[in-house]
């Protein structure tokens, strides 16, 4: 069995409670591999139109758990810098990306060649993401990597290991 070096290392951040931990983790993982860490923030910007025909067609808000706008993903994405240097990860890129966070981690991860992407999941699951899939399910699925997905602590309403 060979171990497998990490050399890139993709995270997503939204800048949500779990952003912290799975940007941390990634960051840990990259200060150890000694590899590079290349942090997204996927955003979006939807027009009243389009928001009112999504909102119609599934029942509730489409953009949840997505980043709106840029100045929100500006700061979730400096908030992840922090971190990631706190961890003292070297950092080959920060990116903000307009559209969505599962399109954008798995182009990155395919054009920087990474060996490894981390993400953040929850487990509850909304109307929306059983009816679409959440980013976490995508990534998996579709990624040309490894996967590691990052779960609340168990402080924060997850439940704990046996």
Same mark, same amino acid.
């Given at each position: ?23 941390? #983790?990634?960051?840990?993982?990259? +200060?150890?591999?000694?590899? $590079? ?23 509730? $808000?489409? #953009? ?5 706008? #840029?100045? +929100? ?12 240097? +706190?961890?003292?990860?070297?950092? +080959? ?18 054009? #920087? ?50």
């Amino acid at each position: 069995m060979t171990k497998t070096q990490y050399r890139t290392i993709i995270v997503g951040t939204d800048g949500s409670d779990l952003a912290g931990p799975t940007v941390g #983790r990634a960051a840990w993982l990259a +200060a150890r591999e000694d590899a $590079d860490l290349v942090i997204v923030c996927a955003y979006t910007r939807l027009s009243g139109r389009v928001e009112a025909k999504n909102v119609a067609t599934l029942g509730g $808000d489409p #953009r949840t758990g997505m980043v709106l706008g #840029r100045e +929100a993903a500006n700061a979730a994405l400096q908030a992840a810098v922090d971190v990631a240097g +706190a961890q003292g990860a070297t950092i +080959a890129a920060a990116l903000l990306v307009e559209g969505e966070a599962d399109a954008a981690l798995l182009e990155i991860a395919a054009d #920087r060649r990474a060996e490894l992407i981390v993400l953040g999941a929850i487990q509850d699951r909304t109307l929306v993401d059983r009816l679409l899939g959440t980013v976490a399910e995508q990534v998996t699925k579709r990624a040309p990597c490894d996967v590691l997905i990052v779960r609340p602590p168990a402080s924060q309403g997850a439940p704990a290991a046996d």
